[in-house]
């Protein structure tokens, strides 16, 4: 009798916490990103550590623990699109937190659902993509507003960085476990920040490379989807770099009218 009324309330506890967590987490990380906006460098910083602290406990509670062949990345999407969207804030105006912060609350919760609910099909990876490539495009945005093209460690580095975990998670959506996986979030990182780094050579307005950088990764992510289905590699190189060429011509004829 004793231990069951020690453990009932726990197991009430967990089951609320299953319930309202979906809900109630991207909450608090949508508050702490616009708490984060509104302040200066030092507590902004406390907020992202706070923000990516509960993203982490958060995400594993929540998903619960890891089984055999499952994906290991899908605990860190939720904390690196809270990240993004940190980094993306500090380049709104002032006074639009308010805002914006339930936008964010809906993004992070839909990236939560997605996980929760499992990739499967093709609509599941479409939403995890879609997910995955607004994260890189706001994160990017932020750390070539914040770092600046002269800093030390290069924008790029950083942003190389902020790819690792959406590579790692495209590559296990594709099935890709262990070195498999990590190997192919390797080339996928490198691909990125090569056309990052080639691109800001042509000193873009700033919205742009961000934009440039998403499309990117959304491109190798498309044609490694394409090789490993077995399509034509001929068929994919003309597909996806018809897809990246055109929109590179399409920023630099919008940049230079």
């Given at each position: 009798m004793t231990t069951r009324s020690q453990t009932h309330p726990i197991g009430e506890?967990?089951?609320?916490?299953?319930?309202?967590?979906?809900?109630?987490?991207?909450?608090?990380?949508?508050?702490?990103?616009?708490?984060?906006?509104?302040?200066?460098?030092?507590g902004w910083s406390v907020a992202i550590a706070i923000q990516l602290t509960l993203a982490g406990f958060g995400a594993a509670l929540l998903l619960g623990p890891v089984r055999p062949g499952s994906s290991y990345a899908r605990y860190a999407t939720l904390a690196v699109a809270a990240l993004a969207s940190s980094l993306a804030g500090r380049l709104l105006p002032a006074?639009?937190?308010?805002?914006?912060?339930?936008?964010?609350?809906?993004?992070?919760?839909?990236?939560?659902?997605?996980e929760l609910r499992g990739v499967v099909g093709s609509a599941g990876r479409l939403a995890l993509d879609l997910t995955l490539v607004l994260a890189i495009f706001g994160g990017s945005a932020g750390i070539m507003r914040i770092v600046g093209p002269g800093a030390w460690p290069p924008p790029m580095v950083l942003i190389g960085l902020l790819v690792t975990v959406p590579a790692w998670r495209a590559a296990e959506a594709r099935g890709a476990r262990g070195a498999r996986a990590a190997g192919q979030a390797v080339l996928h990182i490198l691909a990125v920040v090569q056309v990052?780094?080639?691109?800001?050579?042509?000193?873009?307005?700033?919205?742009?490379?961000?934009?440039?950088?998403?499309?990117?990764?959304?491109?190798?992510?498309?044609?490694?989807?394409?090789?490993?289905?077995?399509?034509?590699?001929?068929?994919?190189?003309?597909e996806f770099g018809t897809l990246a060429v055109l929109g590179v011509l399409v920023v630099l004829l919008l940049t230079r009218v």
């Open positions: 506890a967990m089951i609320a916490i299953h319930r309202f967590g979906p809900i109630v987490l991207p909450g608090l990380l949508a508050a702490l990103a616009a708490i984060g906006w509104a302040v200066g460098p030092i006074g639009a937190a308010i805002i914006l912060a339930p936008a964010i609350w809906l993004y992070l919760w839909w990236i939560l659902h997605v990052g780094l080639a691109l800001s050579l042509l000193d873009l307005p700033s919205p742009v490379l961000p934009a440039l950088v998403a499309l990117a990764f959304h491109t190798w992510n498309g044609a490694a989807d394409a090789l490993l289905a077995n399509a034509p590699a001929r068929g994919v190189l003309l």
